[in-house]
Protein backbone atom coordinates (compact mmCIF):
# COMPACT_ATOMS: atom_id res chain seq x y z
CA UNK A 1 0.00 0.00 0.00
CA UNK A 2 1.40 3.49 -0.98
CA UNK A 3 0.59 6.28 1.56
CA UNK A 4 2.12 9.64 0.46
CA UNK A 5 -0.76 12.22 1.95
CA UNK A 6 0.84 14.73 4.09
CA UNK A 7 4.21 13.87 2.28
CA UNK A 8 5.82 16.37 -0.31
CA UNK A 9 6.11 14.19 -3.93
CA UNK A 10 8.86 16.52 -6.24
CA UNK A 11 9.48 13.51 -8.05
CA UNK A 12 6.16 12.93 -10.02
CA UNK A 13 6.48 15.88 -12.28
CA UNK A 14 6.43 17.37 -16.03
CA UNK A 15 7.00 20.41 -17.77
CA UNK A 16 5.25 22.18 -20.35
CA UNK A 17 7.15 25.37 -21.66
CA UNK A 18 7.18 27.47 -24.13
CA UNK A 19 8.61 26.82 -27.57
CA UNK A 20 9.22 30.55 -28.29
CA UNK A 21 12.53 32.20 -26.91
CA UNK A 22 11.92 35.65 -24.80
CA UNK A 23 14.14 38.75 -25.89
CA UNK A 24 14.86 39.60 -22.27
CA UNK A 25 15.62 36.57 -20.56
CA UNK A 26 16.99 37.98 -17.04
CA UNK A 27 13.92 40.17 -16.91
CA UNK A 28 11.12 37.42 -16.90
CA UNK A 29 13.93 35.41 -14.64
CA UNK A 30 13.94 38.40 -12.54
CA UNK A 31 10.54 39.25 -12.48
CA UNK A 32 9.13 35.38 -11.98
CA UNK A 33 10.69 35.01 -9.07
CA UNK A 34 9.50 38.20 -7.65
CA UNK A 35 5.67 37.25 -8.26
CA UNK A 36 6.29 33.37 -7.03
CA UNK A 37 7.67 34.56 -4.01
CA UNK A 38 4.59 36.16 -2.55
CA UNK A 39 2.22 34.11 -4.10
CA UNK A 40 3.85 31.04 -2.24
CA UNK A 41 3.53 33.39 0.82
CA UNK A 42 -0.21 33.40 0.23
CA UNK A 43 -1.02 29.95 -0.18
CA UNK A 44 1.40 28.58 2.76
CA UNK A 45 -0.76 31.17 5.02
CA UNK A 46 -3.87 29.20 4.47
CA UNK A 47 -5.01 30.03 0.68
CA UNK A 48 -5.67 27.07 -1.79
CA UNK A 49 -4.96 29.14 -4.49
CA UNK A 50 -3.33 32.20 -5.49
CA UNK A 51 -2.87 34.28 -8.33
CA UNK A 52 -0.77 37.77 -9.57
CA UNK A 53 0.51 39.67 -12.14
CA UNK A 54 3.82 41.28 -12.47
CA UNK A 55 4.80 44.54 -14.70
CA UNK A 56 7.42 43.31 -17.46
CA UNK A 57 7.83 46.15 -20.03
CA UNK A 58 5.35 49.04 -21.15
CA UNK A 59 2.24 46.86 -22.01
CA UNK A 60 3.59 43.53 -21.38
CA UNK A 61 2.23 41.92 -18.08
CA UNK A 62 3.73 38.24 -16.56
CA UNK A 63 0.45 36.34 -15.16
CA UNK A 64 1.11 33.74 -12.70
CA UNK A 65 -0.37 30.66 -10.28
CA UNK A 66 0.74 28.79 -7.89
CA UNK A 67 -1.27 25.80 -5.70
CA UNK A 68 -0.65 23.31 -3.56
CA UNK A 69 -2.68 20.15 -2.49
CA UNK A 70 -5.01 20.17 0.04
CA UNK A 71 -2.65 17.16 2.09
CA UNK A 72 -0.27 19.02 2.89
CA UNK A 73 0.81 20.84 6.03
CA UNK A 74 1.79 24.92 5.35
CA UNK A 75 5.62 23.74 5.91
CA UNK A 76 5.72 21.15 3.30
CA UNK A 77 3.38 23.65 0.71
CA UNK A 78 6.65 25.92 1.41
CA UNK A 79 9.24 23.36 0.48
CA UNK A 80 7.06 22.20 -2.77
CA UNK A 81 6.31 25.45 -3.99
CA UNK A 82 10.40 26.80 -3.32
CA UNK A 83 11.52 23.38 -5.01
CA UNK A 84 9.29 23.61 -8.29
CA UNK A 85 9.83 26.97 -8.42
CA UNK A 86 13.63 27.39 -8.33
CA UNK A 87 13.22 24.29 -10.91
CA UNK A 88 11.20 25.77 -12.92
CA UNK A 89 13.00 29.01 -13.26
CA UNK A 90 15.94 27.14 -14.23
CA UNK A 91 14.84 25.45 -17.03
CA UNK A 92 12.67 27.94 -18.34
CA UNK A 93 13.14 31.29 -17.57
CA UNK A 94 14.24 31.96 -21.10
CA UNK A 95 10.99 31.13 -21.99
CA UNK A 96 8.01 32.27 -22.66
CA UNK A 97 6.17 30.60 -20.46
CA UNK A 98 6.68 27.64 -18.30
CA UNK A 99 4.02 24.88 -16.01
CA UNK A 100 5.18 22.86 -13.46
CA UNK A 101 3.21 19.71 -12.44
CA UNK A 102 3.80 17.82 -9.50
CA UNK A 103 1.86 15.78 -7.61
CA UNK A 104 2.21 18.04 -4.38
CA UNK A 105 2.37 21.43 -6.06
CA UNK A 106 1.55 23.46 -9.50
CA UNK A 107 3.24 26.75 -10.48
CA UNK A 108 2.54 28.23 -14.00
CA UNK A 109 3.50 31.19 -15.61
CA UNK A 110 2.72 33.40 -19.06
CA UNK A 111 2.50 36.43 -20.88
CA UNK A 112 -1.10 36.34 -21.12
CA UNK A 113 -4.01 36.41 -18.49
CA UNK A 114 -5.28 32.56 -18.03
CA UNK A 115 -7.36 32.94 -15.28
Excluded: W
Amino acid sequence: MLIFFGIVDTKNKFYLISSEYNDNPQLIKDRVHQLFTPLSSIIVNGALYAQGTRQLLHKTKLFSSVKCTTDLSATNCKKCLDYVITELIDCSYKMKCGRAMYRSCYIRFELYNFY
